[in-house]
């Protein structure tokens, strides 16, 4: 089992940053991908971004690429969501996700995640 703690939601007004981070517990060969979703209310939950424990190029949404910055930190497990110049369309929760799978086509997907974590309120303002 992976067990997933999340922190660093808020309240902000547009334009300001935000920094989301999530630790991993657990069996390490389950975090191959580790990333985060978001889900506002009355829509489905959607890919932001992944990282790789094998170093490959991150993958971004595309609505956020040179906006949100992931990183991750596989002697501590951390994968941390750097949110620069927020938009009142980033408001959701955001979920981070961790799973074996480090296939480029399959990471996008939800269903490809085993453990998620319980999710942080980011809320911005206009």
């Known amino acids: 089992q992976v067990q997933l703690v999340e922190s660093g939601g808020g309240l902000v007004e547009d334009g300001a940053s935000l920094r989301l981070s999530c630790v991993a517990s657990?069996?390490?060969?389950?975090?191959?991908?580790m990333g985060w979703f978001r889900q506002a209310p009355g829509k489905e939950r959607e890919f932001v971004a992944v990282?790789?424990?094998?170093?490959?190029?991150?993958i971004y949404l595309d609505s956020v690429k040179g906006r949100f910055t992931i990183s991750r930190d596989s002697a501590k497990n951390t994968v941390s969501l750097q949110m620069n110049s927020l938009k009142p369309e980033d408001t959701a929760v955001y979920y981070c996700?961790?799973?074996?799978?480090?296939?480029?086509?399959?990471?996008?997907?939800?269903?490809?995640?085993?453990?998620w974590g319980q999710g942080t309120q980011v809320t911005v303002s206009s």
């Open positions: 996700a961790a799973g074996p799978t480090t296939i480029s086509s399959q990471l996008t997907n939800p269903g490809a995640y085993s453990y």
């Open positions: 990282t790789r424990r094998s170093g490959a190029v991150p």
């Open positions: 657990g069996r390490s060969f389950s975090t191959s991908a």
